[in-house]
Nanobody
Framework: QVQLVESGGGLVQAGGSLRLSCAAS????????MGWYRQPPGKQRELVAR???????DYADSVKGRFTISRDNAENTVYLQMNSLKPEDTAVYYC?????????WGQGTQVTVSS
């Protein structure tokens, strides 16, 4: 199993920045994929950004150029730097890890962007 602990959400004005952190209970080298999803109010959960095999990354088109995913291997932590935030980025953000073909989720952290 993998436990994921998220932090860093909050309330920010449009144009502002936030950084989310996700600490994993296992070495991220042993995790197949790890990243961030979000669920806006009344909508389905969607991919934001993730690491796949090696250091490859996937980003949702809506966040490209504004969000950056990074990681600290020594701390088993993945970060999501969110810049130029928009009201439509408002959502609960979830950390995800795929470990031995099974999905693990963090508890979620609320990000609210005011206009």
């Amino acid at each position: 199993q993998v436990q994921l602990v998220e932090s860093g959400g909050g309330l920010v004005q449009a144009g502002g920045s936030l950084r989310l952190s996700c600490a994993a209970s296992k070495s991220i080298f042993s995790i197949n994929a790890m990243g961030w999803y979000r669920q806006p109010p009344g909508k389905q959960r969607e991919l934001v950004a993730r690491f796949t095999s090696g250091s490859n990354t996937d980003y949702a088109d809506s966040v490209k150029g504004r969000f950056t995913i990074s990681r600290d291997n020594a701390e088993n932590t993945v970060y999501l730097q969110m810049n130029s935030l928009k009201p439509e980025d408002t959502a609960v953000y979830y950390c995800n890890a795929v470990y031995y073909s099974r999905d693990y989720w963090g508890q979620g952290t609320q990000v609210t962007v005011s206009s």
